[in-house]
């Protein structure tokens, strides 16, 4: 059974329809990595797995349960089940990297505090903040605030991480600090959708790639097959573009 079965998934912004036929199974352990150009569609398909963007057709399967995205309790309990972490990172400023990573699983879920911080202290020794955790997020670089970000996602204990460009808004020596937290959550076995432009980390770290172009899933494989010889003239025009820069 697969973990995640993304089947004939569509999606618009009002009339203008964004996503077509976007057919993803994703089994346990999985780390998809989603690339393609500006606009074609990588954070919405993120979004619609969240319940961010109702789909206007398709199916998504969790575990063989099918995800009814009406029900907004349905939507409730697959947030529980699937985190997402932006590139905004949006800590809470008025609270410590500890409060800012325990306060959900406390206050929302109703979990013993004491249990979720001793958890939560070893999700952040883990992102390597481990002495960072009474700082406030304004005492922190831009690397640390998203490995702070990654543990509250992890603090919820996820099935599923869904990972929108979260290196992307920092200064490049900052980068490698939050590449090498998920690399270790791929090597945990954590199943994984990432948005990236960071090439070289895509096809190191994907067990699949999947290459999007204007709401197409136009091309999917292993990532030297993307990388190196894709199938799609518009996937090995992408590519070759990528990896001149
Ligand atoms: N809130 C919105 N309202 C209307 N159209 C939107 C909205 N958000 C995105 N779109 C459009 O939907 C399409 C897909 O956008 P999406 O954000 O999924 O692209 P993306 O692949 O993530 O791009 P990028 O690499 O720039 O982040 C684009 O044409 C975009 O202009
Ligand atoms: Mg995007």
Known sequence: ??????????????????????????????VIGLIGPSGSGKSTILRVLMGLIPPTAGTVTLEGNLVDYRDAAAVRRLRERVAIVF?????????TVLENVTVAPVKIRKRPKGEV???????LAKVGLGDKLDRFPDQLSGGQQQRVAIARALALKPEILLLDEVTAALDPELVSEVLDSIRLLAEDGMTM?????????????????????????????DARTIFDAPREERTRSFVSKILRH
């Open 87 to 95: 590139q905004q990172y949006n800590l809470f400023q008025n609270m």
């Open 1 to 30: 059974m697969h973990h995640l079965d993304i089947k004939g998934l569509e999606a618009a912004y009002g009339a203008v329809p964004v996503l077509s036929g976007i057919d993803l199974p994703v089994a346990k352990g999985d």
């Open 117 to 123: 911080e001793t958890e939560a202290r070893a999700l």
């Open 193 to 221: 959708l990432i948005v990236s432009h960071e090439m070289g980390f895509i096809r190191e770290v994907s067990s699949r790639v999947a290459f999007l172009d204007r709401g197409r899933i136009i091309e999917m494989d």
